[in-house]
């Protein structure tokens, strides 16, 4: 992969990580109310995860798409559903005290497989895999781009997870972290405008 391909593509994978989108949206309410270290294994899974799902976009399901073509706006329906149920979780968070005792952040495998019904990262892996991949090192370089995604990524959202945390005191007021939550979820539902086109 030459030298500028490569560029770019780091270039893509930041910007694509850092906006906000479900899982910044959701690292952000996560920090903000369970602390960053239980948000470490949301962080991680959402890292791995994608470029799980980056690797299997280049390596073959792309081509399912263009065999089944009933099957992307399907599976773009259900991200939508889940995205909801999701929005509606955030919206009715429990106060910080509450959700220690009660409440749990997302687990590595609850991010992980999160990331196969976020539109934003299909978008992203798509993108990157028909965009970046070079033709000519075939299984290599459909590998390369998610390993770059994975590099890339993970610092990216760990700076929500962050920032949420840093929100943490300010949000200890429960009337702060309800509108906090409520605009998270709102967040959550506007992110599906760009990736659905509705």
């Not at 962080?43 to 081509?63: P, Q």
């Not at 959700?99 to 196969?116: K, M, Y």
């Not at 972290?177 to 509705?198: D, E, K």
Request: glycine share 8%.
């Amino acid at each position: 992969m030459s030298l500028d391909l490569t560029l770019a593509l780091i270039l893509f994978a930041f910007a694509s990580s850092i906006t906000p989108g479900p899982n910044n949206i959701m690292l952000l309410a996560s920090g903000a109310n369970f602390g960053l270290k239980r948000t470490i294994p949301h962080m991680l899974g959402i890292s791995m995860g994608h470029a799980l799902m980056v690797a299997l976009i280049g390596l073959g399901l792309l081509r399912l798409f263009e065999l089944l073509p009933w099957l992307r706006p399907t599976l773009m329906a259900a991200c939508a559903a889940y995205l909801l149920w999701l929005a509606w979780k955030i919206a009715n968070a429990a106060a910080p005290d509450a959700a220690r005792a009660t409440g749990r952040p997302f687990s590595f495998l609850q991010a992980a497989g999160f990331q196969w019904v976020n539109p934003k990262a299909w978008y992203m892996g798509i993108y990157a895999q028909t965009q970046y991949a070079p033709e000519d090192a075939g299984w290599l370089g459909a590998l390369f781009v998610p390993l770059v995604f994975a590099l890339v990524n993970l610092p990216s959202v760990a700076v929500w997870a962050a920032a949420g945390m840093g929100l943490k005191r300010w949000l200890a007021v429960p009337g702060r972290l309800r509108a906090f939550n409520i605009t998270m979820a709102l967040l959550l539902v506007a992110s599906l405008y760009p990736m659905l086109g509705l």
